[in-house]
């Protein structure tokens, strides 16, 4: 059965760093594509970052060059490392698994909510 | 960058309504669209791709259509358990979502 568990949200101060952890469990996350999708409080839900299997990497405009998608593959897990925090970067941030290629997302973690605040 | 629109913002329904939603792109994207629907507190959860293949597990009163720029979410007969908000989402190039549309009791 496929899991993924979000972990490491919190408060942090504008300017500030955080590293998003996304556990899976049932299948192998270097073999499949996985993303990051965010969601504002009472807002939408927003694409943040997507990795492919061969380990490619695409991020949204509002992120690029402040996020960082990664995986460990020896405890198969996803992460996110957000640098430069904004006030508009609080969300609930899930991680996100695509079963095959040319699928939406098709499970989604509980997810894992970052505030930004002084 | 492809653009999602949906309509409306707010849908007000009855049990055992007929329901329809309208996603537009601001481009082509073939049938590269998904639907999801999504409760307060939840993750949202994948109803329909592909614009019309129904999920595993989806109830069949839920159906899509579309293809190339204009899509819709049909909800046969609304059940208590439909009352959520919805969300488009185009794939085929990077991934976008749509505004959301609540429906909620009339």
């Known amino acids: 059965e496929v899991q993924l568990v979000e972990s490491g949200g919190g408060l942090v101060q504008p300017g500030g760093s955080l590293r998003l952890s996304c556990a899976a469990s049932?299948?192998?996350?270097?073999?499949?594509?996985m993303g990051w999708v965010r969601q504002a409080p009472g807002k939408g839900l927003e694409w943040v970052s997507f990795?492919?299997?061969?380990?490619?990497?695409y991020y949204a405009d509002s992120v690029k060059g402040r996020f960082t998608i990664s995986r460990d593959n020896s405890k198969n897990t996803l992460y996110l490392q957000m640098n430069s925090l904004r006030a508009e970067d609080t969300a609930v941030y899930y991680c996100?698994?695509?079963?095959?290629?040319?699928?939406?997302?098709?499970?989604w973690g509980q997810g894992t909510l970052v505030t930004v605040s002084s | 960058d492809i653009q999602m629109t949906q309509s409306p913002s707010t849908l007000s329904a009855s049990v055992g309504d007929r329901v329809t939603i309208t996603c537009r792109a601001s481009?082509?994207?073939?049938?590269?669209l998904a639907w999801y629907q999504q409760k307060p507190g939840k993750a949202p959860k994948v109803l329909i791709y592909?614009?019309?293949s129904l999920e595993s597990g989806v109830p069949s009163r839920f159906s899509g259509s579309g293809s190339g720029t204009e899509f819709t979410l049909t909800i046969s007969s609304l059940q208590p358990d439909d009352f959520a908000t919805y969300y488009c989402?185009?794939?085929?190039?990077?991934?976008?979502f749509g505004q959301g549309t609540k429906v909620e009791i009339k």
């Open positions: 592909k614009a019309s």
């Open positions: 989402q185009q794939y085929n190039s990077y991934w976008t």
């Open positions: 990795i492919y299997s061969g380990g490619r990497t």
């Open positions: 996100s698994l695509l079963n095959g290629t040319y699928r939406p997302f098709d499970y």
């Open positions: 049932g299948f192998t996350v270097s073999s499949n594509y």
């Open positions: 481009q082509s994207i073939s049938t590269w």
